[in-house]
């Protein structure tokens, strides 16, 4: 298997998540503001009848973009805890390596550079 050069580790799992995050803030702009829009367009519906369609489009937007910062915020959380899950296990991995007995020790003065 070759190295594409592509690698999960703690910070692209962050990376992705400040992203998310940064995303999401912009959602959350937008969802804001749609609600006097459309409590502007819901006034002007005893009038006239394009109101009441760009109500509803702009109601199930507002819907679908709430949805999508509540399930954001979920998934940036659990990028987050991934990242340091990643932090974690690396510095217990570099921790029983290198400890009395651990792999470093049992291999000193091998070339552990190379595979066979």
């Known amino acids: 298997m070759g190295d594409d050069g592509f690698k999960v580790d703690s910070a692209f799992v962050r990376g992705a998540s400040t992203e998310l995050i940064d995303a999401l803030l912009v959602a959350r702009e937008i969802a804001q503001k749609q609600q006097p829009?459309?409590?502007?367009?819901?006034?002007?519906?005893?009038?006239?009848?394009?109101p009441f369609q760009a109500g509803e489009i702009v109601r199930r937007s507002a819907e679908a973009m709430g949805a999508l910062v509540n399930l954001g915020e979920s998934i940036a959380i659990?990028?987050?805890?991934?990242?340091?899950?990643?932090?974690?296990?690396?510095?217990?991995?570099?921790?029983?390596?290198?400890?009395?007995?651990?792999?470093?020790?049992?291999?000193?003065?091998?070339?552990?550079?190379?595979?066979?």
Do not use: C, N, V, W
């Open 37 to 50: 829009l459309r409590d502007q367009l819901i006034s002007l519906q005893k009038y006239y009848s394009s």
């Open 78 to 116: 659990a990028l987050e805890l991934a990242a340091r899950q990643y932090e974690e296990a690396e510095r217990a991995a570099e921790a029983s390596f290198f400890t009395p007995g651990g792999a470093a020790s049992i291999h000193a003065g091998d070339d552990m550079s190379t595979t066979d």
